[in-house]
């Protein structure tokens, strides 16, 4: 079942801004991580932040995660028309070993050159 | 970085045929492949969990005689779809964790089913 939820569900902003996505979820986990899908592609590992952790850093990626209020967000900074496609938080349960992962709804993100 | 393949990269078939996709872990081994399917505009969900050398678990409402999964050695798993209908058309995507005890999983490019 879908644990991730993401807002919002669609982001369009011009080049050069920042594009912010939020991602809430229900139970406890080991990690979170984004993904990013381009349109009928596969998706990419993008970041992967623990449990432990708060916040996390890579290029032009922050990822912040709060466990105390069960969510993420994902801020990509001076973002490219490159940056445009669908968006994606997964919760990685708790259980060791499991690696089973939970995917959110998604945020469909449109940047305009 | 680690490398899943599927094949093919998209497929026609008619209602009532079988399709049998493959995912490969190319540079590693996987004893553990997941398969998720993905309708148009929607998230991934999980279907099943592939197991070298034992059954496939299956998430709540997914028929395994349906949607046949074999996991025949550390780099191969397959995804048969019998008796294919066009409400099984949909994007399947399968994914791979590199090493036991690491979290980051490598996806395939997957495969658009269209049953006709």
């Known amino acids: 079942s879908q644990q991730g939820e993401e807002d919002p569900q669609a982001l369009s902003i011009q080049e050069g801004e920042n594009a912010t996505m939020n991602c809430s979820y229900k139970t406890s986990i080991n990690n979170l991580q984004w993904y990013r899908q381009n349109s009928g592609r596969g998706l990419v590992h993008l970041i992967l932040?623990?449990?432990?952790?708060r916040e996390k850093h890579s290029g032009r990626l922050r990822v912040t995660l709060d466990t105390s209020k069960k969510s993420s967000s994902l801020l990509i900074t001076a973002s490219r028309a490159a940056d445009t496609a669908s968006y994606f938080c997964a919760t990685d349960p708790r259980e060791a070993g499991s690696y089973q992962l939970t995917f959110g709804k998604g945020t469909k993100l449109s940047v305009i050159p | 970085g680690a490398v899943v393949s599927q094949h093919p990269s998209w497929v026609i078939c008619k209602s009532g045929t079988s399709v049998k996709i493959e995912c490969r872990s190319l540079?590693?081994?996987?004893?553990?492949m997941f398969w998720y399917r993905q309708f148009p505009k929607q998230s991934l969900m999980l279907m099943a969990t592939s197991n070298e050398g034992s059954k496939a678990t299956y998430e709540q409402g997914v028929e395994k005689d349906k949607f046949l999964i074999n996991h025949a050695s550390l780099t191969l798993s397959t995804l048969t779809v019998t008796s294919a209908h066009p409400e099984d058309s949909s994007f399947y995507i399968c994914s791979a964790p590199k090493h036991r005890g690491t979290d980051t999983q490598y996806f395939g490019p997957g495969t658009r089913l269209t049953v006709l």
């Open positions: 932040i623990r449990s432990n952790e």
């Open positions: 540079d590693f081994q996987a004893t553990t």
